[in-house]
């Protein structure tokens, strides 16, 4: 028997065990393993890439609503100083300040909550790109080693004739179970950021809903309170306007009274000169021509009636001239009013104006940015 019978070797290839079509069999499996694995790893990349894009919508959509609001607050604070000009009674009549001041309170709420929740959603979108760079780089090694699993079972299937190599171990090599738990975990992973980001960006949805709510909510009341204190100062700019007028027409017709009375004062004291002046003359007559006669008595008469006359004046001329004092204070008392209800009115125009010239977009309007990931399309893949 030929040495080499002995030794088990023959030249009939059908004689050497069925190792060869085992292995290609073996090799088949682990390409079909392999392209299933890649399929899910390109679904979960593909899951995670639309959920990437969707973050960054929300986080344009909420930057763009805190910066209209952050431009609105200004506005306000621009009104909240405006009426803080109004005097304090006016603050306790038009109580608009205080719905102003409630509308500048939920702003600034808005703004701080809106700052947080961006952070947050910039946190969700960093870990989205961090476990996408792990898909991206286990579908390329699982590409690489379906490339490399196909070229063995062509070289097996076709048997060229090579010299046989020396097989070098590669370091970190694994065992089977380990690479199955790394592609569950790693799936997994994936699912489970996008599972929570979704659910952070609903809840984002519901809080920019909520603030719309209220902030409209808010708004409508301020425009109804802002529109209620124009009206009743209005109204009572046209009252104060009409008793202005009614006061300058008295004090008008006060002053010709006092004229009046004045004049026919002044009157009688030079008719009592006059009569005076008679008396005295005619009791410079001499001898028996200085006589109690008919000339000398009416002079008499006359100078007693018109000295009762002038005492009776007098207190009716300091009565008209209180009375003018008294609606001349009137007047600018009212004068006063005027111009405080005037500038309170003016203060409410103009937050009117300041209000309408910017009103904040509504919360949940999409504002979209031209950023690399934005600009993906939600159906496109990432391999090519």
């Given at each position: 028997m ?19 079509h085992?292995?290609k069999?073996?090799?088949g ?22 959920e ?9 959509r909420?930057?763009?609503c ?5 431009l ?27 719905e ?42 699982k ?6 699993t ?11 004739a090579?010299p ?12 089977y ?15 489970k950021?996008v599972?929570e ?11 920019l ?8 909510c ?7 309170a802002l ?9 009572e700019?046209?009252?104060?306007l ?9 004090i ?23 009569a ?5 003359l005619?009791?410079?007559?001499p ?22 006359l002038?005492?009776?004046i ?15 204070c ?20 103009r ?21 690399p ?5 939600l ?6």
């Open positions: 030929n040495p080499k019978q002995k030794m088990g070797f023959t030249n009939d290839i059908s004689q050497i065990p069925a190792v060869i085992h292995t069999a073996h090799l499996l682990r390409h079909t393993e392999l392209c299933q694995w890649r399929s899910k790893i390109e679904e979960c990349a593909s899951k995670v890439q639309q990437t894009c969707q973050i960054v919508q929300m986080i344009d909420a930057e763009s805190l910066a209209q609001q952050q609105y607050s200004g506005l306000l604070e621009d009104c909240v100083s405006l009426c803080n000009s109004i005097t304090v009674d006016q603050v306790k009549q038009h109580a608009t300040a205080a102003i001041r409630k509308e500048q309170a939920l702003g600034t709420e808005t703004r701080d909550s809106l700052q947080k929740q961006i952070l947050a959603l910039k946190d969700k979108l960093n870990s989205l790109k961090n476990v996408h760079c792990h898909l991206l780089s286990d579908h390329q090694d590409t690489d080693a379906i490339r490399l196909s070229k063995c079972i062509t070289i097996i299937s076709t048997a060229p090579i046989p190599s020396a097989v070098k171990n590669q370091p970190g090599q694994v065992s179970d380990h690479w199955l738990n790394h592609c569950n975990q790693l799936r997994m992973w994936a699912e950021q599972q980001a979704s659910s952070f960006r609903a809840n984002m949805r519901f809080t809903s909520h603030f719309k709510v209220a902030h409209d808010r708004r409508q009341q301020v425009d109804a529109r209620k204190s124009v009206h009743n100062l209005k109204k700019e046209i009252n104060l009409w008793e202005r007028d009614n006061l300058q027409k008295e008008a017709n006060r002053k010709k009274s006092v004229q009046n009375i004045s004049n026919q004062m002044q009157n009688c004291y030079t008719k009592l000169h006059q005076s002046h008679c008396l005295n005619l009791n410079y007559r001898g028996k021509e200085l006589c109690m006669d008919q000339p000398f008595v009416s002079l008499t008469h006359e100078k007693g009636d018109l000295t009762n002038a005492i009776g007098r207190p009716f001329l300091n009565r008209s001239q209180q009375n003018l004092e008294l609606t001349k009137h007047l600018r008392t009212v004068e006063d009013k005027l111009a405080k209800t005037t500038h309170a009115l003016d203060i409410m125009y937050c009117q104006n300041r209000r309408h010239s910017l009103q904040p977009q509504h919360l949940t309007t999409a504002v979209m940015i031209n950023r990931w934005a600009g993906m399309a159906g496109s893949s990432f391999f090519h």
